[in-house]
């Protein structure tokens, strides 16, 4: 069946009350596609399908909307509802729809939880923004390291529903200080008999809860884990991550890259309204505005080198353009290299060497072929030179600026990002400006 | 133990030929770990190391190198154990390294390896790069439908060690076609002589082998799977997609974007020679230098103008580069926007709409602030007027131009990152600069 012919055979059931049939097709949808399902259904028919979903359905669907729908729908259901959905939601998914809510809010839902989930809650919700704590979860089994294995599949057996993956039992002391981890393929291939301490593997990778997102991503990426488990500094065992997690993450601190190398605001997408988008990309634009009128005030100094060879403008925006330009691709290579690997002292000082050695080649390119189109468009071998000069220079200090500056906010622990496109573009144009015209002020006499 | 310490122990235990000690150690460590390991071991101890590993950690080692490394190693490697290892590495990481080969050599390697396992490799290869078909591998677990949950578990105890994640197994008929899956939840919670067609769940999401690996991408992290089946299109199980290889798709398809909306050319990382990241960056630039000396053109066309009110060059740079940064910030917004949605012609439409609104608001806000500090800074009104009108225009239509092209692209199914910043930057230059050559020419008399 196709997605419309599901959403038909929905409201045929709901309109003749056919309970069975409504829950046969629910049955055979996974999460996302119930979500789908509920976005396609006329507002009219929404009510009665909500009144017919589980309370395990109700959740799936919870998870699966986006941030305004989740609201929309945890106000229409009635207290005893939402408690239930809020109790069986997975914490980090809970956790990240709390964090947008108002603080009276997320008390009153909080109080109304199950105990021992709402004070996982409220743990997880101090620690900060983007690191481990804040994005594990506690659907995972663990297991005291006396059990045996049989033992351990009786007690996957139990919590089977509950855990999210079942690819890792944790193995804890009294204290629940984690000691060993144990795969399941350890548990299929061993004898039922054996004891857990005999065949868990004690070198755990783990992470600290203060352990920032990025850098947990990189981990289950580079071990291929399907789970990591998060320790505090005692080594006690606080929750698990997920992959699933780490994908969002990984598209998350991409988009972040993205919007602050072009600028271009927090958080904007298709469906943000252009008063709010205009309002987030403006602060940068106004910004770029004044440093732009720098441009202007460096022009109006050499006002009369301008006035006595006004073919100096034309190669202006040329030579502004391409410092920027080369300096928007050394701070892209620079911000996306970071993100795979930290360079030390010894590997820094060899990408900025490399990085003047491409200046140095993209320069005398450039330069060359500009000197041979200025002489024969102008018909002056000096005004060539001014500018063939002047592009290799201002290329040259361009690529090291978009390589230099995202370096040294690096080592200022300041996301490199930050030192967008346009702003590496707005410096660099200021460079040029200042090279180009202190040149052809020099050769003043001889361009006349 | 540190990772010094790991490597110093590995050391002692090869020069004094303690075997047992050093298999220890390796026990221990993770397959990333191991080939941290080689890559911190002197040269002098590599070959030592590498005659003291298993076929199976020779595997490992060779799946967590880098590219250059990995052929390094693949000669090093006597004929016998390399076909070993070969053999043994997961299909879709032998599929990626030997692309990068030369075709001899992919036929030599593939010809001594055992026939099921190169003919599914030789299969592979044949599909499109950045496709399912291309990244997917054989390492899963097959049933047919009448087997009991008693006869799954026992054919998961035979395919553990080869299998790379259990999470599912795969139903299939005797063509091999895919009728349903089970997961090891529902063998655990089930009871033994129970039969699989009981338990299959039928309705499988799953991919063509053909689908674009950004696809393939988006279905696993919207329903968090950890496996993935791909088909042909008579429905056959061809293989499985893992989501540990879906995080390096995200990971490479956003340093795909950021590559082309900086312009940057492919594939420059840390490592690569200065040389080669020139030669691959300079093809932009000088196709940006040529567009940049079309502004050049432009601005001799207004030779006149700008010599009789030499003032309007120091607003030349701020309102090109202003209207290169708003369109940078439109060109990311639609950019990412469309990695997680297809906008129909509706949706399209309304986006335009949104960015018209946006590139009002922001032009408005930017031309009064502009026509106060023109006129402060010039004492001239109509100057400030001048240029306050142009850069309201060339606002407007530089976000225009930085939602539309993009979208366009799309629409003829183009990628519409290749409407990179630099050139959408160079665009808006010439734009800006005809609009505000214009405008000036227009007032000229009152300019005076």
Known sequence: MTENEITLALIQSLKDGRTQDFQHILDELQPYDIAVQYRHLPEKHRERFLLHLTVRQLTELMQELHRNDQVRLLERMSVDQSTKVLDLM??????????????????????????????????????PPETAGRIMNNRYVWIPRHYTIREAIDKIRDFAEIAEYLNYLYVVDEDKKLLGVVSYKDLILGELDEQIDDVMYTRVVKVDALTDQEEVAAIISRYDFITLPVVDTENRLLGIITVDDVIDVV???????????????????????????????????????????????????FEDTLQTVVALAFFMPMIAGMTGNTGTQSLAVVVRGLVGQKPDKKGTFKLILRELWVGIIIGVTCAVLILLIAYV?????????????????????????????????????????????????TINDILSLLIYFGLASLFISRLM
């Open 377 to 425: 468009w102008q018909g002056s071998l000096v005004l060539g030179l001014v500018v063939g000069s002047s592009l290799l220079l201002t290329l040259i200090i361009g690529t090291l600026a978009g390589t230099v500056i995202p370096l040294i906010l690096y080592r200022l622990k300041i996301d490199p990002a930050v030192a967008s496109g346009p702003l590496i573009t």
């Open 251 to 301: 598209l998350q601190e991409a988009n972040e890259d993205i919007e602050k190398l072009s600028a271009s605001g927090k958080s904007i997408d298709f469906q943000t309204p252009p008063f709010v988008a205009a309002y987030r990309r403006l602060p940068w634009l106004i910004l770029l505005l004044f440093i732009g009128l720098i441009s202007g005030g460096i022009i109006s100094r």
């Open 90 to 127: 997975d914490n980090d998914d809970l956790v990240s729809l709390l964090s947008d809510l108002e603080p009276t809010m997320i008390e009153e839902l909080l109080s109304r939880m199950n105990r021992e989930e709402s004070s996982y809650i409220q743990k997880t919700m101090n620690y």
